[in-house]
């Protein structure tokens, strides 16, 4: 397979910041990935990394007060279209979200409306994205039971507030579904729910993206979940990317300190009385990130050399920013 001709998303530097000239907050800096079609990217690091503001600035879905930076986003549609997300008048942008390019959000009962039934919010999908289908009502059906929904011909009447978290969550992958999305962005899609459910959503979305060939951006704090869905792990942390590796490359050869103890900070069964490790400090305020390294601070190794930028290197596909395995 050429990975070139596969690709279906590159992000170079992209960068976002708040307030203006003279009172600019960087918060994210630099951050560059590539996704390929068909392919599961997990973002991961701590709250606060920049990891749910990169995916909605890849849309320019940003909040009153935010704005990019720098950076471009290139999406190559499936019909050989390219388009600089960036760039993009926002009229032509609009037609992509929800068609092209779908999210689905960490609270579903933030983002349902309250006052329309369950068929109006996927209908209007369908209305806004695909025109060409004449049977929306059946459309509607079709869309709930492949998210598994039981009796949709009844849940299709429904309001939010009427179904669980989890049924809401699924009600949100359908609507995202309803515009026959290329690639979908998952924002912590398990928030808030129990145990079993998450685990059925995520069972889902994989499902969907196997069904539909879609290439799934997700967004997690769950490293068991990227160790089992993730093909691609992009590590995260002061708002930059600090290592990139396939995820079963990353597991067994970590190479940032921060990675290495991200993954000895997950419980592990059999190990009932065992101390947690824990990572000291905390991750620094956006606006006040050291010059050089920024996980210098709490990092076990860190040195004099760390008050620098450390270089990014690489070996194959796996890279990392660090000076620590620089020799």
Not at 87 to 92: A, S, T, V
Request: with cysteine; aromatic share 6%; net charge negative.
């Amino acid at each position: 397979m050429d990975a070139e001709k596969d690709l279906i998303l590159d992000v170079k530097d992209l960068s976002v910041g708040f307030g203006k000239a003279e009172s600019l907050l960087t918060v994210t800096g630099n951050v560059s990935f590539k996704l390929h079609r068909g392919e599961i990217l997990s973002l991961v690091g701590e709250s606060g990394c920049g990891k749910s503001l990169s995916c909605l600035a890849l849309t320019r879905l940003l909040a009153p007060g935010a704005r990019i930076l720098s950076g471009k986003v290139d999406f190559y549609s499936a019909d050989g279209q390219v388009f600089d997300l960036m760039q993009l008048p926002e009229r032509k942008l609009r037609k992509l979200r929800g068609s092209s390019i779908a999210y689905i959000f960490q609270e579903p009962g933030a983002s349902l409306n309250p006052v329309f039934r369950i068929e109006d919010q996927i209908a209007e999908v369908i209305y806004l994205h695909r025109s060409e289908v004449d049977d929306v009502h059946g459309e509607v059906i079709k869309l709930l039971s492949d998210v598994g929904i039981p009796d949709p011909e009844k849940r299709c009447r429904a309001y939010p507030h009427e179904l669980s978290g989890g049924m809401q969550q699924r009600i949100m992958i359908a609507m995202a579904l309803a515009g026959q999305p290329e690639l979908l962005i998952a924002d912590e899609p398990t928030t808030a729910l129990d145990v079993t459910i998450q685990s059925q959503i995520l069972e889902l979305i994989d499902d969907l993206r196997k069904k539909y060939q879609m290439a799934v951006i997700l967004v997690t704090h769950n490293l068991g979940i990227v160790a089992e869905l993730a093909d691609q792990v992009e590590v995260m942390y002061g708002g930059t990317i600090v290592e990139s590796a396939p995820a079963a490359e990353l597991f067994a050869d970590p190479r940032h300190p921060y990675t290495k103890s991200l993954l000895q900070a997950v419980p592990r069964f059999g190990r009932r009385f065992e101390k947690l490790c824990t990572i000291p400090g905390q991750v620094p305020m956006a606006g006040c990130f050291p010059p050089g390294c920024r996980f210098a601070d709490r990092c076990s190794f860190s040195s004099d050399r760390c008050a620098q930028l450390p270089p990014l290197q690489s070996q194959g596909s796996h890279c990392w920013r660090c000076f620590l395995t620089e020799e």
